[in-house]
């Protein structure tokens, strides 16, 4: 999986002086940033979101617009033998295609089964650190006001090394 960050090469030349940076537009600040998003499913699953010869991947991405990169084979998250999947676009387009994952694996858990699934299931996302604060809120009053919004269960769990 690519990384999200850019490595640079510093240039042989002699530094050059900048000038200043051009004043922002009005234009320049209705483009939205970038949203990403990451989360761990099985090796199985990870082959049903690929599709046969990554039909099923590319389809997703031409319906949602957002880019939609998985780990290699065997390379799983860090004290798990999940996949990572993380998805990237605007913030639409990425709920798209969480949603087009998401319901791809509920149908293939259909299939399996043979029989109505629970369709609760687990998700299991992959957040920043510095991010964790405000998933949880002050003493914990945001996540326990989504744990009472939703059935299951929400934990945090720090990342296994």
């Known amino acids: ?11 042989p030349e002699a530094p050059r002086k900048r000038s ?31 599709g046969k010869g990554g039909a099923t991947i590319s389809d997703f991405q031409l319906q949602s617009r957002a ?12 004290g798990t033998s999940d996949r990572i999947i993380m998805i990237s676009g605007t913030f639409d387009d990425v709920i798209k295609a969480v949603e087009l994952i998401l319901a791809k694996l509920l149908s293939e858990l259909h299939t399996e089964d043979g029989v109505d699934v629970d369709p609760r299931t687990k998700v299991r996302l992959i957040v920043p650190n510095s991010s964790c604060g405000s998933i949880i809120g002050r003493g914990g009053s945001i996540i326990k006001f989504l744990d009472s919004c939703f059935v299951p269960f929400i934990t945090v769990a720090s990342m296994i090394k």
Do not use: H, W
Request: overall charge neutral; glycine content about 2%; charged content about 20%.
């Open 1 to 11: 999986m690519e990384s999200t960050e850019s490595s640079y090469v510093s240039s």
């Open 20 to 50: 200043p940076p051009p004043p922002k537009s009005p234009t320049s600040d209705s483009v939205e940033k970038p949203t990403y998003i990451r989360f761990l499913v099985s090796n199985a699953a990870a082959g049903s979101v690929i």
């Open 67 to 78: 880019r939609i990169q998985l780990s290699r084979n065997y390379e799983f998250f860090p």
